[in-house]
Structures are given as structure tokens and as C-alpha cells.
């Protein structure tokens, strides 16, 4: 499970930054994106796809371990 860092830029669009990669890429969609329940698969507009485990939303910015979806 690679740790991915996640912010929203000054434009107000989430993006998603992979280290091991060195990728940064907007995030297309969030499956779950409200306060009791955020995360789950999320698309970016490179055509990758990630899972963060659902959680209460978290303060961006912040960094989450997040495996490849299938």
C-alpha cells in the first residue's frame, strides 16, 4: 500500500500526489465524499484508479496509505 498525499489546490480541485511515482494528478472522482463517510475508490485523470478505505473525512492536507483498485 503505497501513502499518497492529498490536498485541494487554490483552484479548489483535489489533486493526489503518489511519491513512489512521482505522479500528481487531479482526482476525477471520490466514491464516498461526505463528512461521515469519505473515501473509497477514487479516479484520476491520468485513468488510475486508487482505494482509500471509507473514514470520516479527514483535513486535507493530509497523507493516506492507498492500494491500486481493481
Known amino acids: 500500500m503505497p501513502k499518497v498525499m492529498l490536498r485541494v489546490d ?3 480541485v ?5 511519491p513512489k511515482k512521482d505522479l500528481e494528478a487531479k482526482v476525477v472522482s471520490l ?3 461526505s463528512d461521515e463517510k469519505w473515501g473509497g475508490r477514487m479516479e484520476l ?3 488510475e484508479a486508487l ?3 471509507p473514514m470520516p ?4 492536507p ?3 496509505r492507498a492500494k491500486r483498485a481493481e
Do not use: A, H, Q, S
Not at 483535489?14 to 503518489?18: A, H, P, R
Not at 473525512?57 to 486535507?60: I, R, S
Open 51 to 53: 482505494m482509500i478505505d
Open 62 to 64: 493530509t497523507e493516506l
Open 45 to 47: 485523470d491520468d485513468g
Open 14 to 18: 483535489m489533486t493526489c500526489y503518489v
Open 31 to 33: 466514491e464516498f465524499d
Open 10 to 12: 487554490p483552484e479548489g
Open 57 to 60: 473525512k479527514p483535513n486535507l
